[in-house]
Nanobody, 118 residues
Framework: QVHPVESGGGWVQPGGSLRLSCSASGFSLDSYAIGWFRQAPGKEREGISCIGTADGTNFYSSAVKGRFTVSRDNARNTVFLQMERLKPEDTAIYFC???????????WGQGTQVTVSS
């Protein structure tokens, strides 16, 4: 089974920015709505953003709306999550998946760590 792969995580100071990438080989991400999720230590995995297929319809959770932007580059078979004005509470492992809900079956990446601290 093929899986998407996340990259771009790291450490950043509060107020900083990061861009996460979700890429794939062996299948086309543009055939799927792609969800971004995160899981902080001791907390459940939560959905934070989703981008639709052809029309690029976007969804954001209230925790990230106005700070995060999801986009696609179909030529590069990649979905991006641009994260601005990061806060310590954004610290988590970030995942992308071929679904927009944790309750649906789909292909998940292994995650990339994002740490926001001073």
């Amino acid at each position: 089974q093929v899986h998407p792969v996340e990259s771009g995580g790291g450490w950043v100071q509060p107020g900083g920015s990061l861009r996460l990438s979700c890429s794939a080989s062996g299948f086309s991400l543009d055939s799927y709505a792609i969800g971004w999720f995160r899981q902080a230590p001791g907390k459940e995995r939560e959905g934070i953003s989703c981008i639709g297929t052809a029309d690029g319809t976007n969804f954001y959770s209230s925790a990230v709306k106005g700070r995060f932007t999801v986009s696609r580059d179909n030529a590069r078979n990649t979905v991006f999550l641009q994260m601005e004005r990061l806060k310590p509470e954004d610290t988590a492992i970030y995942f992308c998946a071929t679904v927009c809900s944790v309750t649906l079956p789909g292909a998940w990446g292994q995650g990339t760590q994002v740490t926001v601290s001073s």
